[in-house]
């Protein structure tokens, strides 16, 4: 069988732990025997972090900007022990902060829907697509803590010499402060993305902000959201039969719980990380759920939406065949190459993409699952595979 040509390369950034040993079987078994791959090898594993610097995640990042696609494997995140653990010159940021914040845009997240796994929500029969806003707020804030008494102020000082002050507190104890920012042209570009992909997935849009408290920050969000939907997408929205609406955050979680799904429901960064955590979860296993960055330039980073799994790997390093679900990392891959299909007019490369999707969900549906699925599945004839296992049978059904 000729394999699948490429034309441009795909930017891979692999990872860390248990997410690494999966990412080299599923390229092993599911993409190399199928196709001529092309891709820019970014090692993100922490090891190499250090080595570089980081400057290897800005590689990555940039290179992503030069050829539109990228597939990422989950990263650690260093923290104390991490520092410890890998001796690192620095505690390093996260790559994903990183990332997100070179590319900005939005994130995109759904979940993988099979047959005998049945959302936690009745009501439930679609996906919830959630748009997470990628940059700002509580992940660039600056705090201060303090333990004595005094005022802080909020300060700002344009460049023109003009002061605007605001008094946020006199302390009579100790207490904490925090600073959080965002910038117009950034919420602008999360509104253009979150408009687009409901044009391109023909699905309604929901936003929601806290902008009954937040009178400024928030009440932003919403009014750069409804002038640009006004201005260039209520036409386009009404031409293709969907719709934009507003609502509270309150009033939005209690109407998605009660919902059929089948809508995005954009949201502020901090709820974005939240919400999707909660929806994925509702809906099976964080590793059942598609992630995807697409910046405002047409840039687009998959991803799978869980962590390095380290329990599952320290597991795996003692010798164990641990049962780690691979599907979110095997949609990054399929997200990815059908998207390079698709830039590149390589039909093949789209169909490709659709078959590994199909025959990891007919695994799933004939009975083969990881461990975290078998608790959640209703199929009385269900069979625990590990991962190594699992991907035998995905590759299988695709042959
Ligand atoms: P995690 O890797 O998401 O795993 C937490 C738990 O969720 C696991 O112990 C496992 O439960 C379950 N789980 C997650 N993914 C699974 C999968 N594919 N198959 C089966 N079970 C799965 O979160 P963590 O252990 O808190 O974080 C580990 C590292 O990941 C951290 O260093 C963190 O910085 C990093 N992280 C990276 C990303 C990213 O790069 N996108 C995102 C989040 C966290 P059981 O142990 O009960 O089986
Ligand atoms: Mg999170």
């Known amino acids: 069988m000729d394999k699948i040509q490429m034309k441009t390369p795909l930017v891979e950034m692999d990872g860390d732990e248990m997410t690494r040993i999966l990412w080299q079987m599923i390229k092993d078994d599911l993409i190399l025997p199928f196709i001529d791959l092309k891709s820019e090898y970014y090692d993100l594993g922490l090891k190499h972090r250090n080595d570089t610097n980081d400057a290897v995640t800005l590689d990555a990042a940039k290179a992503t900007e030069k050829y539109g696609v990228a597939v990422k494997c989950a990263t650690i995140t260093p923290n104390a022990a991490r520092v410890k653990e890998y001796d690192l010159k620095e505690m390093w940021k996260s790559p994903n902060g990183t990332i997100r914040a070179a590319l900005d845009g939005t994130v995109f997240r759904a979940p993988i829907v099979v047959k005998g796994i049945d959302p936690n929500v009745r009501t439930w029969k679609k ?29 700002f000082t344009a460049d023109d010499g003009t002061v605007t002050k605001e008094v946020i507190h006199e302390f009579d104890g100790p207490g904490v402060i925090q600073g959080q920012h965002n910038i117009n042209a950034s919420i602008e570009s999360f509104a253009r993305s979150c408009f687009e992909f409901a044009l391109e997935t023909k699905q309604e849009l929901w936003f929601s902000t806290k902008d009954t408290i937040s009178k400024k920050y928030d009440h932003t969000f919403k009014d750069i959201f409804a002038d640009i939907y006004e201005k260039e997408y209520k036409a386009k929205f009404e031409q293709t039969g969907i719709t934009y609406f507003y609502t509270l955050i309150d009033d939005a979680v209690a109407r998605v719980m009660k919902s059929e799904g089948g809508f995005i429901w954009a949201i502020k960064n901090y709820e974005g990380d939240v919400m999707s955590d909660m929806v994925s979860s509702a809906y099976g296993s964080l590793a059942m759920m598609t992630s995807v960055l697409v910046s405002p330039r047409g840039v687009y980073e998959y991803e799978a939406a869980h962590g390095t799994v380290q329990r599952h790997y320290y597991k795996y390093l003692e010798g164990e065949k641990t049962s780690t679900n691979p599907v979110a990392t095997i949609f990054a891959w399929s997200g990815a190459l059908r998207k390079r299909g698709s830039l590149d007019s390589i039909p093949e490369l789209e169909e490709f993409a659709d078959k590994l999707e199909n025959a990891t969900i007919k695994a799933i549906e004939d009975g083969f699952m990881t461990k975290d699925l078998a608790a959640i599945s209703a199929d009385p004839n269900k069979q625990v595979l590990n991962s190594e296992d699992f991907i035998k049978k995905i590759r299988e059904n695709l042959e």
């Not at 804030?141 to 004595?148: L, N, P, S």
């Open 127 to 155: 996906p919830i697509t959630i748009a997470r806003h990628a940059y700002g707020d509580v992940y660039k804030a600056v705090e201060i803590k303090t333990d004595r008494p005094g005022k802080a102020e909020l300060v």
